[in-house]
Protein backbone atom coordinates (compact mmCIF):
# COMPACT_ATOMS: atom_id res chain seq x y z
CA UNK A 1 0.00 0.00 0.00
CA UNK A 2 2.82 2.28 0.90
CA UNK A 3 5.03 1.76 -2.26
CA UNK A 4 1.02 2.81 -4.14
CA UNK A 5 1.06 5.63 -2.60
CA UNK A 6 4.33 6.89 -3.18
CA UNK A 7 3.84 6.02 -7.14
CA UNK A 8 0.66 8.07 -7.08
CA UNK A 9 2.73 11.28 -5.14
CA UNK A 10 4.95 11.12 -7.81
CA UNK A 11 2.56 11.49 -10.23
CA UNK A 12 0.66 14.04 -8.84
CA UNK A 13 4.32 15.84 -8.36
CA UNK A 14 4.95 15.41 -11.85
CA UNK A 15 1.91 16.50 -12.74
CA UNK A 16 1.97 19.39 -10.48
CA UNK A 17 5.12 21.04 -12.05
CA UNK A 18 4.24 20.38 -15.90
CA UNK A 19 1.38 22.47 -15.06
CA UNK A 20 3.14 25.04 -13.02
CA UNK A 21 5.38 24.92 -16.19
CA UNK A 22 3.00 24.71 -18.76
CA UNK A 23 1.20 27.69 -16.97
CA UNK A 24 4.04 29.64 -16.13
CA UNK A 25 4.76 29.55 -20.30
CA UNK A 26 1.13 30.64 -21.18
CA UNK A 27 1.96 33.74 -18.66
CA UNK A 28 4.59 34.66 -20.23
CA UNK A 29 3.23 34.54 -23.59
CA UNK A 30 0.67 36.56 -21.85
CA UNK A 31 2.58 38.87 -20.09
CA UNK A 32 5.64 39.68 -22.78
CA UNK A 33 3.82 42.49 -24.57
CA UNK A 34 4.82 43.15 -28.18
CA UNK A 35 8.52 43.50 -28.40
CA UNK A 36 9.67 44.21 -32.43
CA UNK A 37 12.29 42.85 -33.93
CA UNK A 38 11.84 39.46 -32.53
CA UNK A 39 10.88 36.14 -34.15
CA UNK A 40 7.35 35.77 -33.34
CA UNK A 41 5.37 32.35 -33.07
CA UNK A 42 1.81 31.84 -33.61
CA UNK A 43 -0.14 29.80 -30.98
CA UNK A 44 0.76 26.44 -32.11
CA UNK A 45 4.69 27.15 -32.11
CA UNK A 46 5.56 27.95 -35.85
CA UNK A 47 7.21 31.02 -37.27
CA UNK A 48 4.32 33.43 -38.58
CA UNK A 49 4.68 33.82 -41.78
CA UNK A 50 2.64 37.38 -42.75
CA UNK A 51 4.76 39.97 -44.58
CA UNK A 52 3.79 43.57 -45.69
CA UNK A 53 0.14 43.13 -44.69
CA UNK A 54 -2.51 44.87 -42.58
CA UNK A 55 -5.12 44.05 -39.87
CA UNK A 56 -8.43 44.15 -39.94
CA UNK A 57 -10.76 44.54 -36.36
CA UNK A 58 -14.31 43.06 -37.14
CA UNK A 59 -16.54 41.72 -34.03
CA UNK A 60 -13.98 42.33 -31.41
CA UNK A 61 -11.69 40.25 -32.84
CA UNK A 62 -8.05 41.02 -34.82
CA UNK A 63 -7.28 39.43 -38.71
CA UNK A 64 -3.35 40.01 -39.69
CA UNK A 65 -2.75 39.28 -43.36
CA UNK A 66 0.30 39.29 -44.95
CA UNK A 67 2.55 38.09 -47.79
CA UNK A 68 3.65 34.24 -47.28
CA UNK A 69 7.34 34.83 -47.89
CA UNK A 70 9.33 31.60 -49.27
CA UNK A 71 12.50 31.18 -47.51
CA UNK A 72 14.79 31.28 -50.72
CA UNK A 73 13.37 33.04 -53.96
CA UNK A 74 10.67 35.88 -54.62
CA UNK A 75 7.94 34.39 -55.83
CA UNK A 76 5.01 34.08 -54.36
CA UNK A 77 4.39 30.13 -53.85
CA UNK A 78 1.51 30.17 -50.95
CA UNK A 79 -0.45 33.11 -51.08
CA UNK A 80 -1.95 35.31 -48.48
CA UNK A 81 -1.70 34.08 -44.81
CA UNK A 82 -3.86 34.84 -41.86
CA UNK A 83 -3.71 35.01 -38.62
CA UNK A 84 -6.00 35.90 -35.82
CA UNK A 85 -6.07 37.37 -31.94
CA UNK A 86 -7.93 39.46 -29.43
CA UNK A 87 -4.69 40.71 -28.07
CA UNK A 88 -2.28 41.66 -30.43
CA UNK A 89 0.20 39.70 -29.25
CA UNK A 90 -0.96 36.05 -29.08
CA UNK A 91 -1.70 35.01 -32.94
CA UNK A 92 -3.68 31.65 -34.03
CA UNK A 93 -3.15 30.45 -37.40
CA UNK A 94 -6.10 30.66 -39.37
CA UNK A 95 -5.47 29.59 -42.66
CA UNK A 96 -4.67 30.56 -45.88
CA UNK A 97 -6.71 33.36 -46.95
CA UNK A 98 -5.97 33.98 -50.52
CA UNK A 99 -3.62 30.88 -52.66
CA UNK A 100 -2.17 30.82 -55.49
CA UNK A 101 -3.54 28.72 -58.49
CA UNK A 102 -2.06 25.85 -60.18
CA UNK A 103 -3.71 26.59 -63.03
CA UNK A 104 -1.33 27.48 -65.65
CA UNK A 105 -2.11 31.08 -67.04
CA UNK A 106 -4.24 32.38 -64.09
CA UNK A 107 -3.49 35.85 -63.14
CA UNK A 108 -2.50 34.42 -59.39
CA UNK A 109 -0.66 31.14 -60.88
CA UNK A 110 2.01 29.72 -58.34
CA UNK A 111 5.20 31.88 -58.83
CA UNK A 112 3.40 35.27 -59.21
CA UNK A 113 4.05 38.19 -57.12
CA UNK A 114 1.84 38.78 -54.54
CA UNK A 115 2.38 41.82 -52.15
CA UNK A 116 1.20 44.14 -49.70
CA UNK A 117 -2.42 42.40 -49.30
CA UNK A 118 -5.08 44.88 -47.45
CA UNK A 119 -8.53 43.52 -46.03
CA UNK A 120 -11.45 45.82 -45.15
CA UNK A 121 -14.88 44.89 -44.52
CA UNK A 122 -17.91 46.60 -46.29
CA UNK A 123 -21.33 47.32 -44.43
CA UNK A 124 -23.30 47.89 -47.05
CA UNK A 125 -22.59 44.54 -48.95
CA UNK A 126 -21.66 42.05 -45.58
CA UNK A 127 -18.43 41.26 -47.97
CA UNK A 128 -15.17 41.16 -46.88
CA UNK A 129 -12.59 42.54 -49.71
CA UNK A 130 -9.06 41.78 -50.24
CA UNK A 131 -6.59 44.26 -52.54
CA UNK A 132 -2.97 43.76 -53.31
CA UNK A 133 -0.35 44.09 -55.41
CA UNK A 134 0.26 41.69 -58.34
CA UNK A 135 3.15 40.85 -61.01
CA UNK A 136 2.22 38.01 -63.42
CA UNK A 137 4.51 34.90 -63.17
CA UNK A 138 7.66 35.60 -65.39
CA UNK A 139 6.82 39.15 -66.01
CA UNK A 140 9.42 40.66 -63.39
CA UNK A 141 7.87 44.23 -61.82
CA UNK A 142 6.49 45.06 -65.55
CA UNK A 143 2.50 44.30 -65.17
CA UNK A 144 1.83 46.26 -61.99
CA UNK A 145 -1.42 45.54 -61.31
CA UNK A 146 -3.58 45.95 -58.32
CA UNK A 147 -5.74 42.63 -57.54
CA UNK A 148 -9.32 41.87 -55.57
CA UNK A 149 -10.77 39.27 -53.93
CA UNK A 150 -13.65 38.82 -51.64
CA UNK A 151 -14.76 36.45 -49.12
CA UNK A 152 -17.97 35.93 -46.70
CA UNK A 153 -15.91 35.89 -43.36
CA UNK A 154 -13.34 37.38 -42.38
CA UNK A 155 -10.39 34.84 -42.30
CA UNK A 156 -11.17 33.71 -45.92
CA UNK A 157 -11.00 31.93 -48.28
CA UNK A 158 -11.11 34.55 -50.42
CA UNK A 159 -12.00 34.21 -54.35
CA UNK A 160 -10.20 36.13 -56.31
CA UNK A 161 -12.24 38.19 -58.47
CA UNK A 162 -9.17 39.92 -61.17
CA UNK A 163 -6.61 41.92 -61.84
CA UNK A 164 -5.43 44.63 -63.80
CA UNK A 165 -3.82 48.49 -63.77
CA UNK A 166 -5.83 51.62 -62.08
CA UNK A 167 -8.06 54.00 -64.00
CA UNK A 168 -7.47 53.60 -67.71
CA UNK A 169 -8.30 56.49 -69.55
CA UNK A 170 -8.97 59.05 -67.12
CA UNK A 171 -6.81 62.09 -65.88
CA UNK A 172 -6.47 62.52 -62.09
CA UNK A 173 -8.06 65.44 -60.49
CA UNK A 174 -5.75 67.31 -59.61
CA UNK A 175 -4.01 67.39 -63.32
CA UNK A 176 -4.16 71.01 -64.62
CA UNK A 177 -5.93 70.76 -68.44
CA UNK A 178 -2.55 72.24 -69.89
CA UNK A 179 -1.07 69.36 -67.93
CA UNK A 180 -3.12 66.88 -69.90
CA UNK A 181 -2.83 68.57 -73.63
CA UNK A 182 1.19 68.04 -73.11
CA UNK A 183 2.76 65.40 -74.83
CA UNK A 184 5.95 63.75 -74.26
CA UNK A 185 7.80 60.93 -75.43
CA UNK A 186 9.83 59.34 -71.86
CA UNK A 187 12.65 57.44 -74.63
CA UNK A 188 13.89 61.15 -75.21
CA UNK A 189 14.55 61.46 -71.86
CA UNK A 190 17.39 60.49 -69.74
CA UNK A 191 16.05 59.48 -66.22
CA UNK A 192 17.19 61.61 -63.34
CA UNK A 193 17.83 65.14 -65.36
CA UNK A 194 16.04 68.18 -64.80
CA UNK A 195 13.82 68.10 -67.94
CA UNK A 196 13.12 64.44 -67.16
CA UNK A 197 11.90 65.23 -63.57
CA UNK A 198 9.95 68.13 -64.99
CA UNK A 199 8.18 66.28 -67.40
CA UNK A 200 7.63 63.34 -64.35
CA UNK A 201 5.83 65.95 -62.26
CA UNK A 202 3.93 67.28 -65.32
CA UNK A 203 2.49 63.61 -66.03
CA UNK A 204 4.76 62.28 -68.12
CA UNK A 205 3.87 58.64 -67.09
CA UNK A 206 0.48 59.37 -66.33
CA UNK A 207 -0.03 60.46 -70.09
CA UNK A 208 1.68 57.02 -71.02
CA UNK A 209 -0.51 54.91 -68.98
CA UNK A 210 -3.39 56.61 -69.77
CA UNK A 211 -3.50 55.64 -73.37
CA UNK A 212 -2.68 51.92 -72.31
CA UNK A 213 -3.89 49.62 -69.57
CA UNK A 214 -4.21 51.92 -66.98
CA UNK A 215 -2.09 53.74 -64.08
CA UNK A 216 0.39 51.46 -62.77
CA UNK A 217 0.03 50.19 -58.83
CA UNK A 218 2.61 48.37 -56.48
CA UNK A 219 2.85 49.36 -52.89
CA UNK A 220 -0.38 49.32 -51.61
CA UNK A 221 -2.75 50.09 -48.55
CA UNK A 222 -6.36 50.73 -47.63
CA UNK A 223 -8.50 53.29 -46.20
CA UNK A 224 -12.28 53.38 -45.23
CA UNK A 225 -13.25 56.72 -44.21
CA UNK A 226 -16.14 58.04 -41.79
CA UNK A 227 -18.81 58.13 -44.22
CA UNK A 228 -17.65 54.24 -45.34
CA UNK A 229 -16.22 55.37 -48.69
CA UNK A 230 -12.69 53.52 -49.33
CA UNK A 231 -9.83 54.45 -51.16
CA UNK A 232 -6.59 52.46 -52.89
CA UNK A 233 -3.37 54.38 -51.86
CA UNK A 234 -0.28 52.57 -54.11
CA UNK A 235 2.73 53.73 -55.38
CA UNK A 236 2.50 54.46 -59.27
CA UNK A 237 4.20 56.13 -62.42
CA UNK A 238 7.07 54.04 -62.09
CA UNK A 239 7.53 54.09 -58.01
CA UNK A 240 7.68 58.06 -58.78
CA UNK A 241 4.30 59.05 -57.71
CA UNK A 242 1.90 58.19 -55.48
CA UNK A 243 -2.03 57.49 -56.65
CA UNK A 244 -5.28 57.78 -53.84
CA UNK A 245 -8.05 56.55 -55.81
CA UNK A 246 -11.63 56.30 -54.82
CA UNK A 247 -12.86 52.79 -54.69
CA UNK A 248 -17.07 51.92 -55.80
CA UNK A 249 -19.38 51.63 -53.27
CA UNK A 250 -18.81 47.59 -53.04
CA UNK A 251 -14.98 48.01 -52.84
CA UNK A 252 -14.74 45.67 -55.55
CA UNK A 253 -13.85 48.39 -58.78
CA UNK A 254 -12.46 51.91 -59.20
CA UNK A 255 -14.74 54.86 -59.61
CA UNK A 256 -12.62 57.18 -61.61
CA UNK A 257 -11.47 59.68 -59.28
CA UNK A 258 -8.31 59.58 -58.13
CA UNK A 259 -5.06 61.80 -57.48
CA UNK A 260 -1.83 62.39 -57.57
CA UNK A 261 0.86 63.09 -54.57
CA UNK A 262 4.77 64.51 -54.54
CA UNK A 263 4.76 64.00 -58.25
CA UNK A 264 8.34 62.24 -58.61
CA UNK A 265 8.88 62.07 -55.02
CA UNK A 266 9.67 58.14 -55.49
CA UNK A 267 7.57 57.43 -52.43
CA UNK A 268 6.14 54.00 -52.03
CA UNK A 269 5.13 51.61 -48.72
CA UNK A 270 2.13 54.04 -47.55
CA UNK A 271 0.53 53.79 -44.67
CA UNK A 272 -2.39 56.04 -43.82
CA UNK A 273 -5.04 56.58 -40.93
CA UNK A 274 -7.02 59.71 -39.77
CA UNK A 275 -7.08 61.32 -36.53
CA UNK A 276 -9.41 64.45 -35.10
CA UNK A 277 -10.29 65.29 -39.20
CA UNK A 278 -6.79 65.00 -40.05
CA UNK A 279 -5.43 62.44 -42.63
CA UNK A 280 -1.92 61.55 -41.66
CA UNK A 281 0.63 58.85 -44.10
CA UNK A 282 3.73 57.30 -43.85
CA UNK A 283 5.75 56.16 -46.69
CA UNK A 284 8.92 55.55 -47.51
CA UNK A 285 11.56 56.22 -49.92
CA UNK A 286 12.75 53.10 -52.55
CA UNK A 287 16.24 51.82 -51.85
CA UNK A 288 14.90 48.01 -52.95
CA UNK A 289 15.33 45.67 -49.80
CA UNK A 290 17.36 48.42 -47.89
CA UNK A 291 15.54 50.55 -45.28
CA UNK A 292 15.70 54.48 -45.41
CA UNK A 293 14.23 57.41 -43.76
CA UNK A 294 10.33 57.59 -43.75
CA UNK A 295 8.21 60.51 -44.97
CA UNK A 296 5.15 62.51 -43.06
CA UNK A 297 2.20 63.96 -44.94
CA UNK A 298 -0.92 65.28 -44.44
CA UNK A 299 -4.23 66.67 -45.30
CA UNK A 300 -7.44 67.88 -44.71
CA UNK A 301 -9.14 66.52 -47.08
CA UNK A 302 -8.60 62.79 -48.57
CA UNK A 303 -8.43 63.72 -52.02
CA UNK A 304 -6.80 67.63 -51.54
CA UNK A 305 -4.00 68.74 -51.12
CA UNK A 306 -1.21 67.20 -49.41
CA UNK A 307 1.84 69.05 -47.45
CA UNK A 308 4.83 66.74 -46.58
CA UNK A 309 6.63 67.05 -42.75
CA UNK A 310 9.65 65.84 -41.60
CA UNK A 311 10.19 62.50 -40.41
CA UNK A 312 8.25 61.53 -38.24
CA UNK A 313 10.83 59.03 -36.66
CA UNK A 314 12.44 60.14 -33.28
CA UNK A 315 15.89 58.69 -31.67
CA UNK A 316 18.33 56.27 -32.54
CA UNK A 317 17.97 55.01 -35.81
CA UNK A 318 15.32 56.95 -36.96
CA UNK A 319 17.07 57.79 -40.35
CA UNK A 320 16.71 53.61 -41.04
CA UNK A 321 12.83 53.52 -39.53
CA UNK A 322 14.72 51.25 -36.92
CA UNK A 323 15.86 49.42 -39.84
CA UNK A 324 12.23 48.50 -41.08
CA UNK A 325 9.53 49.70 -44.03
CA UNK A 326 6.24 50.56 -43.40
CA UNK A 327 3.13 48.62 -44.20
CA UNK A 328 0.35 49.85 -41.89
CA UNK A 329 -1.31 51.85 -38.93
CA UNK A 330 -3.88 50.35 -37.33
CA UNK A 331 -6.67 52.08 -35.03
CA UNK A 332 -6.62 50.83 -31.61
CA UNK A 333 -9.54 50.35 -29.67
CA UNK A 334 -8.88 52.41 -26.89
CA UNK A 335 -8.32 55.42 -29.47
CA UNK A 336 -4.31 55.48 -30.43
CA UNK A 337 -2.94 53.89 -33.25
CA UNK A 338 0.09 51.17 -33.94
CA UNK A 339 2.65 51.91 -36.97
CA UNK A 340 3.29 48.39 -38.82
CA UNK A 341 6.74 47.84 -40.52
CA UNK A 342 8.58 44.86 -42.03
CA UNK A 343 12.26 44.66 -41.43
CA UNK A 344 12.97 42.65 -45.02
CA UNK A 345 15.92 39.95 -44.89
CA UNK A 346 16.27 39.40 -48.80
CA UNK A 347 18.35 36.67 -48.41
CA UNK A 348 15.53 34.86 -46.69
CA UNK A 349 12.37 36.42 -46.77
CA UNK A 350 10.56 33.77 -44.73
CA UNK A 351 13.00 35.38 -41.85
CA UNK A 352 12.07 38.84 -42.16
CA UNK A 353 10.99 40.57 -39.00
CA UNK A 354 8.07 43.06 -37.74
CA UNK A 355 7.85 46.27 -35.71
CA UNK A 356 5.15 47.46 -34.71
CA UNK A 357 5.28 50.69 -32.12
CA UNK A 358 2.67 53.20 -30.78
CA UNK A 359 2.03 56.45 -32.94
CA UNK A 360 2.52 59.50 -30.32
CA UNK A 361 2.08 62.64 -30.84
CA UNK A 362 3.95 66.00 -29.76
CA UNK A 363 2.18 69.09 -28.40
CA UNK A 364 0.88 70.51 -31.87
CA UNK A 365 -0.70 67.26 -32.82
CA UNK A 366 1.73 65.73 -35.23
CA UNK A 367 2.17 62.22 -35.17
CA UNK A 368 5.82 60.69 -33.81
CA UNK A 369 7.02 57.29 -33.85
CA UNK A 370 10.54 56.14 -31.20
CA UNK A 371 11.58 52.92 -30.38
CA UNK A 372 9.79 50.91 -27.34
CA UNK A 373 11.78 47.36 -26.60
CA UNK A 374 7.95 45.75 -25.36
CA UNK A 375 4.94 47.35 -24.94
Known amino acids: MNKCLKIV ?145 PAGPYRFIRSGRVNPGVYPLNMTQEEQKLTWNPKDYEWWTPEWREAVNKGMFVKRDLEGDGQMSRDMTLFVDDDGTAYHIYSSEENLTLHIAELSDDYLSHTGKYIRIFPGGHNEAPAIFKKDGTYWMIASGCTGWEPNEARLMTASSILGEWSQLPNPCVGKDAKITFGGQSTYILPLKDGGYMFMADVWRPKSLSDSRYIWLPVRFNGKGIPFIEWVDKW
Open 9 to 153: GCFLLLDFFLLTSLWGQINVAHQKGIVSGEVWKDTDGNVINAHGGGILFNNGKYYWFGEHRPSSGFTTQVGVTCYSSTDLRNWKYEGVALAVSDEAGSDIEKGCIIERPKVIYNQKTGKYVMWFHLELKGRGYGPSRAGVAVSDT
